[in-house]
Structures are given as structure tokens and as C-alpha cells.
């Protein structure tokens, strides 16, 4: 009894750790910090206990303590595991990243406090010295790793950095800081687009200062994520006029151009709608107009293909959760996971291209997959109300929208019933060749083009 006094620590870090981080460390020192303390908890477990038990006991009540503390936390990387891709991948880069810093340094430790206090002859000891040697390599690695920053190359003669308006973080990238700005809003909840943006338009920071903007719960922004209660309409759309104030105040400027993609057109539209004194004009690229009846025909596209195509298992499981809108990111994981193949288009290695972002550390980019998760359950089903024909009948600045021939055609149906009563001092929809929901990642030069005369006629 009195031994296991030794493991109370495990219990109280527990505690700590998911009240404090329920999702996981946001910054590498903080990763970093966890790991130590879990290494300190685990040592101090297998001395005290004296005993091999505290290698599995330790972690084992560290998970449960955590485990009750999160209750009431949403999103697929905190809450119960689904037996879907979706929900598998939550658990790799939720609970198996946390396994990385918490419980396996616990248990490598663990096993080293409890070796100091015993001198075993058995022959095995040899081979637990070995696995443990190995693992314990494994979190000297993982702790170098976390806090490895990223890093952003230099323009010469211009500008190049990193940095934060609030929590929501920005890559700022312009030949020359005499500039205009330009200011882009990616497109999934919790979305980032540093590489994309950097490499396919890299064109455009001769013309533009280029501030990337990572949405709230992705990235560099995984901090603000939480309370996801406020994660809201209303909240995206002041984000998006936070970092355009944030924008106008340092670089001195009157007006940004806004270019927005997919669902982050939402809070782009409306913050434009609110505010147009902040903006020169606003380019809306994969443009959302109504989310839901956009969604309701993808669903029954979906189901359609589906079904000539003799897949039972993509039909039962669309059958099962019913046509859209839901309540978290499973109902519409489906149409997520077969949009490309339905369509014909290609924009599934969208999330692994910015996961192989260099302006991004090792933790930020399993934040791009962590929190485009439980962004997208917190966020997206909150859209559902939205149909802007009737909730945003003007915009007051120039508005240009860019639709890729190859998307969504529900998307663009949608996109073309708002622009027929929309009012706007200049209004312009651009259909790029060749392209798909992403098309100003697949057309770069003609996007560019686009954003020439964009600036001109401002």
C-alpha cells in the first residue's frame, strides 16, 4: 500500500495535463515540458513502487485520469473513437500523439526507476535493457523533434516572417514592404495553406504583400480553437476583421485585398459585408453560397455514383446517416472521403501537402490534421443556416468569384443563383479551365493574371 503512494503523481498529472491541454500541447516548449514531467512522474513511480508493475500501472492511471477530465470536451481527437478513417486518424494524431509525450515516456522511465532498485540475474533482464534502451532513444527523438520551430524563407530586400494577430496565426511573405496587401483566408475549418500558398502563387508576392492566414483551430492557429462553444459564424467573421485591422494598423494601409477559399468565403463574405470601408475588393475562390442545399446534392450525387457503381458499402453508409446537414464531422466524412472520385477532380492531397509545410514544426503539423478535425465538427455544422441570396443581397466593394470547371456543379449552381441579385459596384465570375475546387492551386498563372487586374481596377 504504502508503494503505491508512488503512482498518486501519475493520477495528479493526469488531471493536469488534460484540464490544462485536453487537445494537446499548442507551442513545442510546452510538448517539450510534458514529456520532462512525464519522465520526472514515471522515475519517481518505479523507485518508489520498487516494482516492474509500475511500467504498465503508471501510464495505465495517467489514461484514466486524463480520460475523465476530458469529458464534456468535443470533437473526434477528444472524444469516444469511431471505427471509421476519419475517426482512426483522429486517434493517431489525438490520443496516439499524446501516447508519444505522456505514456511512453512514463512507462521508459518508469522502467528505469524500478531497475535502480533491484539487481535481477535473470538472463531476460539483458533483453528488457535493450527494449528499453530503444524506446527511451524514441523519446529523446520525439522531444528533439516537437522542438524543432519552423522555418520561413527569406525574401531579399522584402519581407518574410512568421508571426501572430491574437492567437490566429500568419505567414507574411512580399518582394517589397511598399506593397499592397493581400490577405488569404483558407478554405476548410481549421484550415492552413502556407505551402500551397507559397509555392504555386509565389508570383503573387511581387505584386502583393501575401499574409497567409491559418483558421482558427488549424496550425499555427490550434490555440484559439478552444472554447468551441464560441466557434462560430459570427466568430469567423470577426477573425477575418481582426487580422485585416491587425493588417491595416502596421503596415499603414487604408484597404486589403481579400481573397477567401470554400468555407472560408463565409466569414470572408460577411466580414466584407459588415465592414467594406476595410477592403479594396473581395475575390471569392470556391465560392460557398448555400452550404446546405450545396450539400443535399453532393449527398444524392454521392449516393448516385455510388450506387452504379455497385459499392453496398458506400451506399449503407450513406443510407445510414441520411441526407445533410449533421451535427458533427461523421455524417459528412462520405462525401469528404469520395468528393474526388465523384467528380472526377483532385484535391485530396490538399492536407498532406500543408502537413509538409517548412514554415510549420513537427507539432504544428500534426495540427493541421488535429485540428482540421475537431474545427470542422465544431464549426461546420454551425453554417447550416446560411444562404446568402437572401442574407447578403449587396456587397459595396468590387467582388470577383473563381469557380474551377471541374467543381462541385452544386456548388457552383448555388454560386450562380446568389450572383444573379447580388449587387456590387463591380461583379465578375471567372471560370478557370482545368481546375477544381482548388483552382487557383491548379491554374496559378491564371489566377495570377486574375489578381493583376484585380489590382488595377481598384
Known amino acids: ?14 488531471v493536469v495535463v488534460a484540464f490544462w491541454r485536453p487537445r494537446g500541447p499548442i507551442f513545442p516548449i510546452e510538448a517539450v515540458g ?18 516492474r508493475w509500475a511500467i504498465l500501472l503508471t501510464p495505465l492511471l495517467f489514461l484514466v485520469a486524463a480520460e475523465v477530465t476530458r469529458v464534456g470536451f468535443a470533437g473526434p481527437t477528444v472524444d469516444y473513437p469511431r471505427p471509421t478513417d476519419l475517426g482512426i486518424l483522429a486517434l493517431i494524431v489525438g490520443r496516439g500523439f499524446e501516447a508519444l ?31 528499453t534502451g530503444v524506446l527511451a532513444v524514441v523519446v529523446v527523438a520525439t522531444g528533439v523533434v516537437v522542438a524543432v520551430p519552423g522555418r520561413v524563407a527569406p525574401i531579399k530586400g522584402g519581407i518574410s516572417e512568421l508571426s501572430y494577430a491574437g492567437k490566429l496565426g500568419l505567414m507574411i511573405r512580399g518582394a517589397r ?22 509555392e504555386r502563387l509565389a508570383a503573387l508576392e511581387q505584386r502583393f504583400i501575401v499574409v497567409t492566414m491559418d483558421r482558427r483551430g488549424g496550425a499555427r492557429s490550434f490555440g484559439a480553437l478552444d472554447p468551441t462553444p464560441t466557434f462560430t459564424v459570427e466568430n469567423e467573421t470577426r477573425n477575418v476583421l481582426a487580422v485585416t485591422e491587425y493588417l491595416r494598423t502596421r503596415f499603414r494601409r487604408d ?17 466584407v459585408q459588415e465592414s467594406p470601408g476595410y477592403f479594396a475588393s473581395y475575390v471569392g475562390v470556391g465560392q460557398v453560397a448555400n452550404p446546405t442545399a450545396s450539400d443535399r446534392t453532393q449527398y444524392d450525387d454521392t449516393l448516385a455514383w455510388a450506387r452504379a457503381r455497385g459499392d453496398a458499402t458506400l451506399v449503407a453508409r450513406l443510407t445510414q446517416v441520411g441526407p445533410p446537414p449533421y451535427t458533427n464531422i461523421y455524417g459528412y466524412e462520405p462525401m469528404i472521403l469520395n468528393e474526388d472520385r465523384v467528380y472526377g477532380t483532385d484535391n485530396g492531397d490538399a492536407l498532406i501537402e500543408n502537413v509538409e509545410a517548412p514554415e510549420l514544426g513537427a507539432l504544428e503539423k500534426v495540427h493541421v490534421i488535429s485540428g482540421f478535425l475537431d474545427s470542422f465538427d465544431a464549426y461546420y455544422p454551425r453554417v447550416r443556416s446560411i444562404d446568402f441570396k437572401t442574407q447578403v443581397p449587396a456587397l ?14 452544386a456548388r457552383v449552381r448555388d454560386l450562380g443563383l446568389w450572383n444573379a441579385v447580388l449587387k456590387a459596384p463591380r461583379k465578375e465570375l471567372v471560370t478557370l ?3 477544381g475546387h482548388r483552382s487557383m492551386f491548379d491554374q496559378p498563372a491564371a489566377f495570377v493574371a486574375l489578381m493583376d487586374r484585380v489590382r488595377d481596377a481598384a
Do not use: C, Q
Not at 500500500?1 to 493526469?14: D, F, I, K, T, Y
Not at 514592404?177 to 507559397?198: K, Q
Open 1 to 14: 500500500m504504502v508503494r503505491g503512494v508512488g503512482l498518486l503523481p501519475a493520477l495528479v498529472w493526469g
Open 177 to 198: 514592404t511598399d506593397l499592397p496587401i493581400l490577405l488569404f483566408v483558407p478554405g476548410s475549418p481549421g484550415g492552413s495553406e502556407l505551402r500551397a500558398m507559397r
Open 34 to 51: 510534458i514529456l520532462v514531467v512525464s519522465l520526472a512522474v514515471g522515475a519517481f513511480a518505479g523507485r518508489y513502487s520498487r516494482s
Open 255 to 271: 484597404k486589403v485585398f481579400l481573397v477567401a477559399h470554400s468555407g472560408g468565403t463565409i466569414g470572408a463574405t460577411l466580414a
Open 101 to 131: 509525450l505522456t505514456l511512453l515516456p512514463m512507462g521508459v522511465a518508469a522502467a528505469y526507476g524500478a531497475g535502480s532498485t533491484r539487481r535481477s540475474r535473470s538472463p531476460w533482464r539483458w533483453v528488457g535493457r535493450f527494449v
Open 433 to 435: 479551365k482545368n481546375a
Open 396 to 409: 459595396a466593394v468590387p467582388v470577383y468569384f473563381v469557380a474551377g470547371d471541374r467543381e462541385v456543379p
